[in-house]
């Protein structure tokens, strides 16, 4: 597709189940970003990729959340054993290239965002 | 990472006004990015300004860059209804995965 694409737009669970939020980034783009938006709040960082690699994870809160990126390609976020307070907009962004190159913007193109809501 | 800090938390004015928002930041960057947000949705990039340039334009919008004071502002010129929206300032650094955190932005209200 043209931009960055989150699935699901909306998910509502339950405390204590299993979510997966998937992210399809611009065809190309080798970086990938996941964020967490709290209402009010600016997007915070969780986890960074570029390639099939994450490259700076130490925004994921705790080990119950964790992202892959097996091709390069599509992401996928994981939390398991949901709490309350992990209610927030997810948001997923990519980028061209990653760092380094000169060809680089730093440009950032978002999706929509999943918001999940844990009862 | 580069965390952008945005001044003030919220603005309001007229449709016709000028809107300008601040941004602060810590250490060194490669640039410095504006990112527009409308409630509810994904994030939409406006404007990057590299660390060598001090003042950039498009559109209505105005970018400036101190990179003494380490700040940036962003006018908005003749505003509109619809540039009601939040407004993020990111800094980035060329050399740190390009790894972006935003602050808690500037919510603009624009009143027809």
């Known amino acids: 597709g043209a931009g960055v694409s989150q699935t699901p737009s909306n998910k509502v669970t339950e405390k204590g189940k299993y979510v997966e939020l998937r992210c399809d980034p611009i065809?190309?783009?080798?970086?990938l970003y996941w964020y967490r938006q709290s209402l009010g709040q600016g997007p915070e960082f969780l986890i960074y990729?570029?390639?099939?690699?994450?490259?700076?994870d130490s925004g994921l809160p705790n080990d119950r959340f964790f992202a892959v990126r097996p091709e390069g390609s599509v992401s996928t976020l994981k939390i398991q054993r949901t709490e309350r307070g992990d209610s927030a907009v997810y948001l997923c962004?990519?980028?061209?290239?990653?760092?380094?190159?000169?060809?680089?913007?730093?440009?950032?193109?978002f999706g929509e965002g999943s918001r999940l809501t844990v009862l | 990472s580069q965390q952008g800090e945005e001044d003030p938390q919220a603005l309001s004015i007229q449709e016709g006004e000028n809107a300008t928002m601040n941004c602060s930041y810590k250490?060194?960057?490669?640039?410095l990015q504006w990112y527009r947000q409308n409630s509810g949705r994904g994030l939409v990039h406006l404007i990057l300004?590299?660390?060598?340039?001090r003042e950039k334009h498009s559109g209505r919008l105005r970018v400036t860059l101190d990179t003494s004071k380490k700040s940036s502002s962003l006018l908005i010129t003749a505003s509109r209804a619809a540039d009601t929206a939040s407004y993020f300032c990111?800094?980035?650094?060329?050399?740190?995965?390009?790894?972006?955190?935003f602050g808690g932005g500037t919510r603009l209200m624009v009143k027809p």
């Open positions: 065809s190309g783009h080798t970086a």
């Open positions: 962004a990519s980028s061209r290239l990653g760092s380094g190159t000169p060809r680089n913007t730093g440009e950032l193109f």
């Open positions: 300004i590299r660390s060598n340039e």
């Open positions: 250490t060194s960057i490669n640039n």
């Open positions: 990729f570029q390639g099939t690699g994450a490259a700076d």
């Open positions: 990111v800094a980035g650094q060329n050399n740190a995965g390009n790894m972006l955190t």
